[in-house]
């Protein structure tokens, strides 16, 4: 346990204490330092207000708090994140290499917290490492290596400020001896990475990719099948990689990556090490977490060109899959209902008959997992025709005169709407609508349905000199399959 003493010695001055009354919480895995608050300021500085008489922390973890009101800045002394009338100082020495977090929980605002590295030469032979207004500082402090912290203020008075160091220990599998097993799939484990090492014999460079420290989990697979594992990082670079083996030295590679997912096939009663590497990393901790499952299948989808087709259309039928861990889509098959098949990511294929067939699409990735899907194809043919188109070959002007356009319709009872137009005059006249009937056209082979309109000739007919009609059939809330007969023009009628 480390100590606390108290800044300043006589009434009026900055308070400092080293002793033992401490309170350590451990929150989810973050140690918290509770101390009292802010002391009387004295108008004496603290010891440790000179780098040269920097405290000593010799004890993990260690923590101290005071006002730093009344401290200064000496000649020479760099305050690199932002100018500080304020400052003391505290010096580290690790007799082994080790991780520690120095963080100023339980500071007011406006605390500044440095790390430097000591190349000798005092305080003009330090090397800036980092800087930080709240968070943490993670660093690797090797052993014999001397460390200094300089705790400032960036504005003058009275201002509370706390310094907390602690060590942070590797996590429990970060050697391959304590490799976690996962008993079943899926498996999922967050760990604290920030101290991870690599051990003697241990790959350090997975998929080309130097790491600093790693974790090591194990897995039997009942079956054969398709293994994911994923990692989500904060805050480093890092790696997966797969093997085989029963030692550090005898580990065969079956895949490694850089990034979060690594997708390998592994044999039914094969022992499979799983090793997390990670980057290095200056800063706060470094949290993991991490999942084993069976590869999901990939997702697909098929698409259609048209939503109605007819026995006179050829389709198109569109794959569109993926694969949600990025190995990729090999091949697409389909098999069209009709007894019919076909290879390719986007195929033609022609229906023979009215009918609801179910069309499916299997795809099957690089890795040899299989995904389908399946879609019902309503076929259903619609086409009625005009076989005559009467109209006069001549009228007068204020005289009316019948029209008939006769439809056939050998599938299906439809709702037929027929429009009537005449033409118009000038380069841009067209044809403009006169009439409009709709009748039920039943379904008949051997029979015509008639549309019977009447039309009266104007005078600007007359003066035209004539006029040539239109009939267009639609097909009320059905697409005609074969919409060219469907339009027919009449020879000109002479108006008098």
């Not at 004496?44 to 401290?71: E, K, M, Q, R």
Request: glycine residues 10%.
């Amino acid at each position: 346990m480390s100590t606390r003493k108290r800044w300043g010695g006589a009434p009026g001055g900055i308070t400092r204490t080293r002793a033992a009354l401490r309170l350590l919480l451990v929150v989810s895995s973050c140690a918290l330092f509770l101390f009292a608050g802010p002391r009387p300021a004295f108008s004496s500085p603290p010891a440790n207000d000179n780098f040269a008489d920097a405290d000593v922390i010799s004890t993990l973890p260690f923590t101290d708090s005071g006002d730093l009101n009344g401290t200064t800045t000496e000649p020479g002394e760099s305050t690199p994140c932002t100018f500080q009338p304020q400052t003391v100082w505290y010096t580290f020495t690790p007799s082994s290499t080790t991780v520690i977090s120095a963080d100023l929980n339980g500071s007011q605002g406006g605390v500044v917290l440095s790390a430097y590295q000591s190349n000798g030469g005092g305080i003009g032979g330090l090397g800036f490492m980092s800087c930080i207004f709240y968070g943490s500082l993670t660093f690797t402090a090797n052993a014999g290596t001397t460390y200094y912290f300089q705790v400032g203020s960036y504005y003058s008075g009275s201002i509370h400020a706390q310094f907390n160091v602690r060590e942070i220990a590797p996590p429990p599998n970060d050697d391959f001896a304590n490799a976690k097993v996962a008993g079943a799939v899926p498996f999922t484990d967050n760990v604290d990475m920030t101290a991870a090492t690599t051990e003697p014999g241990e790959p350090v460079t997975p998929a080309g990719f130097p790491i600093a420290g790693s974790a090591w989990y194990a897995f039997t697979p009942a079956e054969s099948e398709s293994l994911t594992a994923s990692v989500s990082f904060c805050c480093a670079t890092s790696t997966l990689a797969a093997y085989t083996g029963d030692s550090l030295t005898g580990l065969t590679e079956v895949k490694s990556t850089t990034g979060q997912m690594l997708t390998f096939s592994a044999v039914a009663g094969t022992k499979y090490y799983i090793q997390v590497g990670r980057g290095g990393a200056f800063g706060g901790t470094i949290q993991m977490s991490f999942r084993l499952d069976v590869t999901p299948p990939p997702v697909v989808y098929l698409y259609l060109s048209l939503s109605d087709p007819s026995v006179f259309d050829n389709i198109q039928f569109y794959s569109n899959a993926y694969d949600p861990v990025g190995i990729g889509i090999q091949t697409a098959t389909w098999t069209f209902g009709d007894g019919s098949t076909d290879t390719g990511f986007s195929v033609l294929h022609r229906y023979a008959d009215d009918g609801d067939y179910t069309a499916k699409l299997t795809v099957t990735t690089f890795d040899g997992r299989i995904g389908s899907t399946s879609q019902v194809v309503h076929v259903k043919t619609h086409d009625v025709t005009i076989t005559r188109f009467v109209t006069p070959s001549s009228a007068s002007a204020g005289q009316t005169r019948a029209i008939s356009v006769d439809l056939r319709n050998t599938r299906y009872t439809e709702t037929v709407q027929v429009q009537l137009l005449k033409s118009m005059p000038g380069p841009y006249g067209g044809f403009q609508l006169v009439g409009t009937l709709t009748h039920e056209v039943p379904a008949s082979r051997n029979r015509t349905i008639p549309f019977d309109f009447n039309y009266t000739f104007t005078s600007d007919d007359a003066d035209i000199g004539k006029v040539t009609f239109e009939a267009v059939a639609t097909i009320v809330n059905a697409r005609d399959a074969l919409s060219a007969d469907n339009t027919a023009i009449s020879l000109p009628t002479k108006v008098r």
